[in-house]
């Protein structure tokens, strides 16, 4: 089993930056990949970002592609996702998730990240 907590999302103007961390818990979250994805009420839960279990392949949506960096340490049992040159559009719920495509079998609570113009 594997809990994820998400932080470091805000407030924050147009062309500044966030980091946002995931904690998990559980012994096996070195063998997962992992991901984050965003939600805007109006739209479809999306893609941002994933990372192989290792850290050696990271993959982005075109939407972030040079502005967001996904990072991990796994004796650390975190996740991060680097935002910068936020634009107002990247407003939204931000979650991590075990697992790049297929499957997610565990998601955190989510945690609200809000750009303004």
């Known amino acids: 089993q594997v809990q994820l907590v998400e932080s470091g999302g805000g407030l924050v103007q147009a062309g500044g930056s966030l980091r946002l961390s995931c904690a998990a818990s559980?012994?096996?979250?070195?063998?997962?990949?992992m991901a984050w994805f965003r939600q805007d009420p109006m739209k479809e839960r999306e893609f941002v970002a994933g990372i192989s279990w290792s850290g050696g392949r990271t993959f982005y949506a075109d939407s972030v592609k040079g502005r967001f960096t996904i990072s991990r340490d796994n004796a650390q049992k975190t996740v991060y996702l680097q935002m910068n040159s936020l634009k107002p559009e990247d407003t939204a719920v931000y979650f991590c998730t075990t697992g790049i495509g297929g499957s997610h079998d565990y998601w955190g609570q989510g945690t609200q990240v809000t750009v303004s113009s």
């Open positions: 559980g012994r096996t979250f070195s063998t997962y990949d």
